[in-house]
């Protein structure tokens, strides 16, 4: 019998389980599809890595014949257990700008070169964003939701109070909740002929 499999850690302990390992542990046939399913989206990534979100969504739908909703959650577990590839080769990027800006800055002091050796500094700040203070982590754990205490108080919206309101309401409640029958006055109406003129 098959177990089933879902979690998020579940993913990741497997997702390095060759399928002979899988077997051994009776792992759903549904998950291990989509584990071979996150191991061909992150090599088809690894392959083109410059590919944006959507395009991996899209070789998931045609590849795999999955929807586009299981493909959005499929590339949420890639990002999740293998890692952002994108971010990756962000940070890949500003590294190896940093190493030629590193040989470019001893080739230009060595050349007693002091314009460059200013511009390359620029350069380097800008790729490194020294210029900038470093953005705040929100700290998510310190919000407290509002709380909302239910009142009759009309005032807090700004409505001014009506004087004795409960006891009208009761009164009001009492005079139009009364089923009885009530007898009213009431005067009989003469009808008009076709002439204009009525009866007598």
Same mark, same amino acid.
């Given at each position: 019998?098959?177990?089933?499999?879902?979690?998020?850690?579940?993913?990741?302990?497997?997702?390095?389980?060759?399928?002979?390992?899988?077997?051994?542990?009776?792992?759903?046939?549904?998950?291990?599809?989509?584990?071979?399913?996150?191991?061909?989206?992150? =090599?088809?990534?690894?392959?083109?890595?410059? /590919?944006?979100? +959507? !395009?991996?969504? %899209?070789?998931?739908? $045609?590849?795999? @014949?999955?929807?586009?909703?299981?493909?959005?959650?499929?590339?949420?577990?890639?990002?999740?257990?293998?890692?952002?590839?994108?971010? =990756?080769?962000?940070?890949?990027?500003?590294? /190896?700008?940093? +190493? !030629?800006?590193? %040989?470019?800055?001893? $080739?230009?002091? @060595?050349?007693?070169?002091?314009?460059?050796?200013?511009?390359?500094?620029?350069?380097?700040?800008?790729?490194?964003?020294?210029?900038?203070?470093?953005?705040?982590?929100?700290?998510?754990?310190?919000?407290?939701?509002?709380?909302?205490?239910?009142?009759?108080?009309?005032?807090?919206?700004?409505?001014?109070?009506?004087?004795?309101?409960?006891?009208?309401?009761?009164?009001?409640?009492?005079?139009?909740?009364?089923?009885?029958?009530?007898?009213?006055?009431?005067?009989?109406?003469?009808?008009?002929?076709?002439?204009?003129?009525?009866?007598?």
């Amino acid at each position: 019998m098959s177990l089933p499999l879902a979690s998020m850690e579940d993913y990741s302990m497997y997702i390095t389980l060759s399928d002979d390992e899988l077997f051994e542990r009776r792992i759903a046939q549904t998950v291990i599809e989509r584990i071979h399913r996150l191991r061909g989206l992150y =090599a088809y990534w690894l392959q083109f890595p410059q /590919k944006f979100d +959507q !395009d991996i969504v %899209q070789y998931d739908m $045609a590849m795999f @014949r999955v929807g586009k909703s299981q493909a959005y959650d499929d590339l949420h577990l890639v990002h999740t257990i293998l890692g952002n590839l994108q971010q =990756a080769s962000k940070d890949f990027m500003r590294w /190896k700008i940093n +190493q !030629d800006l590193e %040989q470019d800055l001893k $080739a230009a002091r @060595r050349a007693g070169d002091h314009r460059s050796v200013a511009a390359i500094e620029k350069n380097r700040i800008i790729n490194n964003r020294t210029d900038k203070e470093d953005e705040l982590e929100l700290e998510f754990d310190k919000i407290i939701p509002q709380q909302f205490v239910p009142v009759d108080d009309p005032t807090v919206l700004g409505i001014k109070k009506l004087p004795d309101l409960r006891n009208r309401i009761r009164m009001l409640v009492k005079k139009y909740s009364d089923n009885s029958v009530q007898f009213a006055e009431y005067e009989e109406l003469k009808e008009d002929n076709d002439n204009g003129a009525t009866d007598q």
